[in-house]
């Protein structure tokens, strides 16, 4: 396998003036050229900005200055995140030329700490769905095997830390859209708290449910990444004003003695849609735990895993089809000009959209429709209220709750795109965690035995503000399991591409 | 049997927060005269990625407005967004409060059609941004058949109240009474300048009629509300309602039925005219926006603001009535304005007498503020100096003739001794010796009428009046007649 460089080493080799930012930058852009042809994982690459950025960092290192904590470090950004050098097209045709005058505060945060914006990257239309399969630009594909997505809604910025290209790298997650590519790839990947990182410049599809979080290879590059863009933001009404401890140190005191894992107990019941490959990792990686010193006990969570879906897709839809009701083509973005006004909606909407985006919004509407809204808003969001108050009591037993990250390893492609009932199904068990504003983590537990071997991964929750408790668990198990491995170029290479 | 016909009015007002910024971004709030789309930012444009902030001012002055109309104020509040499609709107949802307001259950009063006071319920206030405007180029203005319509943002995100009252009018006389006590309450409370014709003051209006039958009073038929939007000032207000009322009666009459409705009111034609009918409305898709945690009203908020409260404009006039001796047209003048009934109040505290400073007040003050187009808080001449100089006209010290000279030079910006020496006088009138001088003088001027009068052609006195006329003149109005007279006698004497 291919040996990439962590972020913690990039920071120390730039320290160390082993290399420079702008060699790190070009040896990025190398590996973006010669696979993403193949993976489709960018939607943009900002080359020009970055070597500049590059050049900046190594200027102050040849001044002796410091250079932030994720100097030289190349990133990538999931492309429903504003960035001033770069069209933010979320995915869709609606944008696909809307350049934003503003940066998000994560990529102010990212360059305030010497991170290298590369690119942006593919993604569900609107972060909705889970194979960036209902992109507008095309599908990504999966390092491991390109036959198979990479899952989503951040599958692009999946792959490009699975493949190397990056080493940590940015998604949002409103049911899972960071953990379940994580784990259909290979990587880390961390949804946070609800409010713990800015959401001002991530373009919302439900924002009581949306938050960033980072993709990376290593325990501490996650904790690294996290350090950086978990800052209260005054111009976030949702921001919270708690101070954020400095991450590293969960990792560095890693250890699982006397923690309590727990198990859910309704897992059991639900073996007839998981994949052997899956309940296999989650075993192995909880004796891991054990062996460890942690103790496994049993919670119980049947209103989340019963409930939590069809409250999701009432929620996330309503919320959504208010968030893009603004893309009307009056002001910016794709636009049909038409004798009336209702025919510019009409027709800007209808060719603006792709069919994901349309069924949800569709859904939304419905919902809170006069008439409908007692029955399925104002009701989900009573079983939201549960919900948490279901974790809140869980919590009360255990530290951290462990459960698959998805059902089953990456699927084909193609093979869910026409039934979205399935694939729904896929963020099952990561659905949950956003209605209860929880943070949440999925790190690779192992491979299947497949001829192709597909990564598969364990979901680990914490209680709010629980972040540092997931990064010490991780860095635990990542003693035994090792840091996430790069797609081989040989597998990439392999398959049939796009 | 004979029907009558009773109006049930109920108002909608939408009043503009006097804050600096927009609510939810820092764009600046004050646009008279601003080029289209220059108070923008990406919030207010609603650009993608962009998150709302709450204007904790605004949110001082709802309260401070829901405390003053008697309201009970919510210790914890939030935003819904209202829904539906409209180029003015950026986001396609206005951010506005529903079922949760700031403020619930207040009252005001006014003056009743019977002239005693009537109790206006206020059903809610709360708190929503506004929306941009939009600029057709069709010639009547309206969307329908524009070759082509612009849009400006300017005023979208600006932070206005809306205060909703129960259905408590019966006529238009009172709607417009409602109105003119809720701006004036509003211009007290600082919480916006309740400027019509800006329109940082709106109002829509809720109508129907009641028949009821003459001799029983019992209730025959309600017809559907019309709402009726577009009332750009007072005199609108009424006559809007006055052609609505006589338009449903109309129709009830002929055996037709008002619809529910909302009806445009066009000034220039003095008509309203079908918008759109209620059933088609939109259905707004109401919930919660999840962009703005709730608001918490804490008591030491709700206190703050209560302290904030000025003597209320019906408070003022009572003790204007029994403090001043005032007659009730002074006190309905005096009190309509804050500044004013506070400028007026130091003119008596330098000492003017109240009758003679409302008097200068109404007349004066309100004739250099018109012609200027000045509010009163911005008055050129400090209400100590006027307050002064009407003490003088009072102890009459200075003839009216000579004050107003005086108050003419302090409104061009000369301080008060700088006008009275201007104006030849100098505080506590002339001297006599100084007058004895003037009346010489004026003689002297005069050999032919001194001939006449010694040739005892003056019988009649008219001669002398003459003299004392040129030497008033002289003396710029501020000698006393009865000196005049005395010396003039005297010099006259000593030259006969």
């Known amino acids: 396998m291919d040996r990439m460089l962590s972020a913690d080493e990039i920071v120390r080799g730039l320290l160390a003036k082993e290399f420079s930012a702008a ?326 909407r209808g060719e603006g959209f792709g069919p994901e985006v349309k069924r949800r919004i569709l859904t939304g509407t419905y919902v809170l429709s006069s008439g409908y809204y007692d029955a399925y808003y104002l009701t989900a969001q009573k079983v939201r209220q549960l919900m948490k108050e279901e974790f809140r009591k869980a919590f009360a037993s255990c530290d951290l709750i462990a459960l698959p990250t998805a059902p089953t390893p990456a699927f084909r492609k193609g093979e869910l795109v026409d039934d979205p009932i399935q694939m729904y199904l896929a963020d099952i068990f990561t659905l949950p965690v956003n209605l209860a504003g929880l943070p949440a983590l999925s790190l690779n537990g192992g491979f299947t035995a497949d001829a192709r071997p597909l990564p598969v991964g364990v979901q680990l929750i914490a209680p709010q503000w629980g972040e540092e408790g997931l990064l010490s668990a991780a860095a635990v198990l990542e003693r035994h399991l090792g840091p996430a491995s790069v797609a081989p170029m040989a597998a990439v290479k392999g398959g049939d591409g796009r | 049997m004979n029907a009558v016909y009773m109006p049930v009015i109920g108002l909608e007002v939408h009043v503009q927060l006097a804050t600096a910024s927009k609510i939810f971004c820092s764009c600046s709030t004050d646009s008279m005269g601003a080029e289209p789309n220059r108070n923008v930012c990406p919030v207010c444009l609603g650009l993608p990625g962009t998150l709302p902030v709450m204007n904790e001012h605004a949110l001082r002055l709802g309260i401070r407005a829901g405390l003053a109309l008697s309201c009970a104020i919510r210790d914890r509040t939030i935003f819904h967004r209202k829904n539906y499609f409209y180029p003015d709107l950026p986001k396609a949802y206005q951010i506005s409060q529903y079922d949760l307001p700031l403020a619930e259950g207040g009252e005001i009063v006014i003056t009743g059609d019977d002239g005693a006071p009537k109790r206006i319920r206020i059903t809610r206030l709360h708190l929503e941004e506004d929306a941009g405007k939009l600029v057709h180029s069709a010639a009547d203005g309206r969307l329908e058949g524009a070759e082509r319509s612009f849009v400006d943002y300017n005023r979208g995100g600006v932070p206005l109240a809306e205060i909703v009252s129960e259905p408590d009018m019966s006529s238009p006389r009172e709607a417009r009474e409602y109105v003119q006590t809720l701006r004036r309450l509003v211009r007290y409370l600082g919480v916006s300048d309740g400027d019509m014709e800006k329109g940082s003051l709106r109002v829509d209006a809720n109508i129907s009629l009641k028949k009821v039958d003459g001799a029983t009073g019992d209730l025959l038929f309600w017809g559907e509300r019309s709402e009726v939007k577009n009332m750009n000032s007072l005199r609108a207000v009424e006559r809007a309602l006055a052609y609505e009322i006589e338009r449903q009666r109309i129709l009830m009459e002929r055996g037709g039925t008002p619809e529910r409705e909302t009806r445009h009111w066009n000034d220039g034609a003095g008509v309203t005219t079908a918008m759109r009918s209620k059933e088609a409305a939109n259905d707004y898709r109401y919930f919660p926006d999840p962009d703005l945690p709730p608001m918490l009203v804490t008591e030491a908020m709700e206190e703050r603001e209560r302290r904030a409260l000025p003597e209320m404009p019906w408070k003022k006039a009572e003790r204007f009535t029994e403090q001043y001796g005032l007659p009730a047209a002074d006190v309905e003048v005096l009190v309509e304005s804050l500044p004013l009934a506070d400028y007026f109040e130091a003119c008596v505290a330098a000492g003017a007498s109240p009758l003679r400073a409302s008097n200068w007040v109404r007349v004066e003050v309100f004739r250099v503020m018109n012609e200027r187009k000045l509010p009163a808080d911005a008055f050129p001449v400090a209400a100590l100096s006027l307050g002064r100089l009407v003490a003088m006209v009072d102890e009459k010290k200075l003839s009216t003739t000579v004050a107003r000279e005086v108050f003419d030079a302090m409104a061009g910006g000369k301080s008060l001794d700088e006008a009275l020496k201007g104006a030849g006088a100098a505080q506590g009138g002339i001297a006599s010796e100084a007058l004895e001088g003037i009346i010489r003088a004026v003689v002297a001027q005069n050999p032919d009428v001194l001939d006449e009068i010694r040739s005892g052609k003056d019988g009649s006195g008219k001669k002398r009046k003459f003299l004392t006329g040129l030497v008033m003149k002289e003396t710029r109005g501020q000698a006393d007649g009865k000196q005049v007279q005395a010396i003039l006698d005297s010099v006259l004497g000593e030259l006969l």
Do not use: H
Request: glycine share 10%.
């Open chain 1, 23 to 348: 060699e790190v930058f070009r040896s990025s852009l190398e590996r973006v050229r010669r696979m993403d042809p193949a993976l489709s994982a960018m939607l943009s690459v900002t080359e020009e900005a970055g070597m500049a950025a590059a050049r900046a960092v190594d200027e102050c290192v040849a001044r002796g200055e410091d250079p932030g904590p994720l100097a030289g470090v190349p990133v990538v950004l999931k492309d429903n995140m504003c960035y001033r050098a770069a069209p933010t097209t979320c995915g869709s045709r609606m944008l696909e030329r809307w350049t934003p005058p503003y940066d998000a505060a994560v990529v102010t945060a990212l360059e305030g700490a010497g991170a290298v914006i590369l690119g942006k990257t593919n993604m569900d239309e609107f972060a909705m769905g889970g194979s960036t399969e209902y992109s507008a630009f095309g599908p990504a594909s999966n390092p491991w095997d390109p036959d198979r997505v990479p899952g989503g809604s951040s599958g692009g910025s999946a792959v490009a830390v699975a493949a190397g290209y990056v080493p940590v790298a940015l998604g949002s997650d409103t049911g899972g859209s960071i953990r379940q590519p994580a784990s259909y790839c290979g990587v880390y990947g961390m949804k946070p708290t609800y409010g713990l990182v800015s959401r001002r410049g991530l373009v919302a599809f439900a924002s009581s449910l949306d938050q960033i979080g980072p993709f990376a290879r290593t325990a501490a590059d996650l904790a690294r990444m996290l350090s950086v863009i978990a800052a209260p933001d005054p111009g976030d009404g949702t921001s919270s004003r708690r101070a954020r401890p400095e991450y590293g140190a969960a990792v560095a005191s890693a250890s699982l003695k006397g923690r309590k894992i727990a198990v859910v107990r309704e897992l059991a019941g639900m073996k007839a849609s998981l994949s052997p490959d899956v309940e296999g990792t989650l075993a192995r990686v909880l004796d891991l735990c054990r062996r460890e010193g942690a103790e496994i006990v049993e919670v119980s969570l049947p209103r989340s895993l019963e409930f939590g879906l069809p409250c999701y897709y009432i929620l996330a839809p309503a919320e959504a089809s208010s968030n893009l009701a603004r893309f009307d083509g009056v002001r910016y973005g794709f636009s049909r000009k038409e004798r009336t006004l209702k025919a510019l909606y009409e027709r800007t």
